[in-house]
């Protein structure tokens, strides 16, 4: 049954429209963000699809497909920060953001279901949150910005269901288009569409999940926010984004903490890559990112330590096989990878992972190609 029909069966009324907003991967830039710097994500196929209606009387009903539970009623006007730890923060978050914001918002139906893998790094509580931001912007006639949307998404997470995150994949899910990745600026939110039409090249983008979160990640992204601020800090720019790649070095010899010194290398080297990979992209030379992936991965692993032994397993298992690249994605300690390949070779590359995981005894890792695919959206009435 589709969001629509399971919709009017909840609540006994169709729904004023459907709205989908997508799950993304990122190529390249990681912890980039919140420095404001660069990344370069694009939108998965995968989707939140909500069916939404307004309401007038203040109340806000949620429901989720994927969810085991009941309805959930909340009045918009008594929705306090960090009192909501269910899966309804998310959208109850984005209500309340647009409230504090001073949009009136008074009250909706929604229900939603996601074809996002949840907690696999690949954002489905972003996708939920732009989904409902959407949603509300079109009903309420709000006239807000993707970028607006966006914002608003993300500090429905930081602020409301309390997860500090970046902006990037609210960014992603909100003002991907299909076909391309988004070239965004994290600093001023503006945003180039790099066209990544892998089939054309006889590409494939897999996307390896593998199953596993680990512990050691709570309280690890904090630190390492705290510890690039630190950095920042100690070279006197606003964010190390402000550090040019050309005074990296210099600029290291500046530093005494070794653990500062490697999260600045790291931001700083992964921003230039973001530029390196724009620039083989608008030179037609796919294939030669793959190496600057794993280069990133590489970062990613000695420098800022946020990877894990399943994730350099997916790594150097398809760089092994035959693949061009690859390198974890997301907030890293599990989640997912991705891996560049000729399209020709992605089943004996998703073999030889799956064979590597089963040896080394780690659970089965779910292996898909990633299609860049199309942003937030309203859904046609046929399509829904
Ligand atoms: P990720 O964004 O990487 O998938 P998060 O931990 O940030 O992982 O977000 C996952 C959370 O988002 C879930 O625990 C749940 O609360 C919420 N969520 C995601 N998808 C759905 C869904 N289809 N229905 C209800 N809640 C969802
Ligand atoms: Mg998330």
Redesign the pocket.
Known sequence: MGVREAFTELYGTAPEGVWSAP?RVNLIGEYTDFNEGFVMPFALPHT?VAAVSRRTDGILRLH????DGPIVELRVDELRPLTNT??A??PAGVVWALREAGHPVTGADLH???T?????????????EVVTALALNDLFGLGLTRPELARLAQRA?NDFVG?P?GVM?QMASACSTEGHALHLDCRDLSVRQIPFDLAAQGLALLVVDTRVKHALGDGAYAERREGCEEGARQLGVSHLRDVAYEDLQAALGRLSDERVRRYVRHVVSDDHRVDRVVALLDAGDVRAIGPVLTEGHVSLRDDLRISCPELDLVVDTANASGALGARMT??GFG?SAVVLTEAAEADTVTKAIEEAFAAAGFTAPRVFPAVPSAGAHQVGRSAS
Not at 64 to 67: L, Q, Y
């Open positions: 799950g939140a989720s497909a994927d969810i269910s899966w923060a998310y939603l279901s996601s996002v893998p949840t907690g696999a790094g690949l954002s489905s509580s972003a996708a939920l997470e997860v995150c994949d997301g907030g989640g």
